[in-house]
């Protein structure tokens, strides 16, 4: 496959005017569902003070519960207009050479965890279902969320599933087709400034990852692991993801010995730790870890906690969990990348990585 060869397109051609349209009227129900609810609330203190007869009380309790359902339905409703316009806007990239155009970070996963990826801030927990979209407001994905966090070191790039409508929101996308799809995931993973994986059983995963380690260095290369609003504890599919790893990192293991050299062993993932005060939790991050390796791919898992930070909010948890747990990872990750490019690619501007960014806050 040439730099210039065509890669594929969504199912569905895309219509920035329509995903205007879209954000637009689902801000403008978001504001208005946030001020139903406002208005719900402050009048829920006012309408059981006893007044002469029943009538008027039941009255006001139904037209209260009446706005305040009115409120969700139009806060929540306006929240994923807003996502699914995005996606109109998502850029798709057509060819190798457009890709390669700008530093970029690669981001592979199952297709599976797409359901995932695609939930909205507000799904961090288990209780935070339509009641998080009333105190966050926010639009964002959890893909989104990632890119963000990660957009310092370059443009995030993903394979689209090949039959998907649209483009989902978060990183740029390309189309490759079902058959041959491989040679051209291998040059992305070889020319990407950092390599983001996320943790999957699936064939294509597991091949993704053999690649990674073949082709990368240990610093510019980690692994997610997510979670979601259904499960409490995602040790059982981390550990099916560590058996499944170390079986095919033992498959390949002499293929993998002629870059690493004789002596080099198949790493073993750690277990996923436990949290600080289980007794304390009340909601986990859909995001629920990252792995790191070293630089003789030891790897190193760093668990985002709620329950070992304390903050007065949930989104002020949220920093500072950001703060003591991701950040110093981020920093870490911007002294290796930036000591690997100024050894072996010093045309690449390193400034671009300095300010590295936080999951983010702002309602979209």
Known sequence: MT????????????????????????????????????????RVHTVFIPVDGIGP???????????????????????????HGRRHHVRVVRTMEEARREPYVLYLRPFAEDATGTLMRHAFSRW?????????????TLEEGVCRTFSAFGRPLAVGEPDEALPLAGSRRLYLPLHDWQPTVTSLITDARLVLLVAGTSQGTLWELTEVMRLRRPESVLVLIYGDRETDDVRQEYDDFREAAECEL?????????????????????????????????????????????????????????????????????????RTQLLPLLTRLHDDLNGIEVEEE??????RVAALPVPPTDPR
């Open 3 to 42: 730099d210039h060869t065509p890669f594929g397109t969504p199912r569905r051609r895309q219509r920035p005017l329509l995903g205007c349209a879209l954000r637009l009227v689902g801000l403008a129900g978001t504001v208005w569902g946030g001020l139903m609810v406002i208005l719900a609330a402050k």
């Open 346 to 351: 010093p045309a690449v501007d390193a400034d």
């Open 250 to 322: 033992a498959a390949r293991a002499e293929e993998l010995r002629q870059v690493h050299g004789p002596d080099w062993q198949p790493p073993r993932f750690p277990p996923l730790p436990g949290f600080h005060d289980p007794d304390r939790l009340r909601w986990t991050t859909l995001l629920r870890a990252v792995i790191r390796f070293r630089s003789d791919w030891t790897p190193e898992i760093v668990l985002l906690d709620p329950s070992a930070v304390d903050a007065w909010t949930h989104e002020g948890r949220v920093r500072k969990m950001t």
């Open 128 to 140: 935070m279902g339509v009641g998080g979209s009333l105190v966050s407001g926010s639009s964002l």
């Open 57 to 83: 009380m039941m009255q006001n309790v139904a037209v209260v519960a009446g706005i305040g359902l009115w409120g969700a339905l139009s806060l929540v409703v306006g929240l994923r207009m807003r996502r």
